[in-house]
């Protein structure tokens, strides 16, 4: 069955830097296009990153551009998300998905908390 096992979420500072991992299993994973999804306490799911399933075209929310990276290794079945200039508003549960034959999968998610 399909599962996805996120990892790398911690406490960090402000500034600071995160890598997530996202470990694919149960299905073909390079022929899936990939997201990272995040929820804050009280806060609605909310889109962070997508990547096509060859890595060669990703997306971003807004408020992460030029400070988040999506990335993928098909070898290893995993997607990533690093982390950059970590602000106190991108404290979360950051959850990978993927969506294979309508349905969508969720990792267990991940805690981001930054703090001083």
């Known amino acids: 069955q399909v599962q996805l096992v996120e990892s790398g979420g911690g406490l960090v500072q402000p500034g600071g830097s995160l890598r997530l991992s996202c470990a694919a299993s149960?299905?073909?994973?390079?022929?899936?296009?990939m997201s990272w999804y995040r929820q804050a306490p009280g806060k609605p799911r909310d889109l962070v990153a997508s990547?096509?399933?060859?890595?060669?075209?990703?997306a971003y929310a807004d408020s992460v551009k030029g400070r988040f990276t999506i990335s993928r290794d098909n070898a290893k079945n995993t997607v990533y998300l690093q982390m950059n200039s970590l602000k106190l508003e991108d404290t979360a549960v950051y959850y990978c998905q993927c969506v294979r034959r309508g349905v969508s999968y969720w990792g267990q998610g991940t805690q981001v908390t930054v703090s001083s």
């Open positions: 990547i096509t399933s060859a890595g060669g075209s990703t």
């Open positions: 149960g299905f073909t994973f390079s022929s899936y296009a």
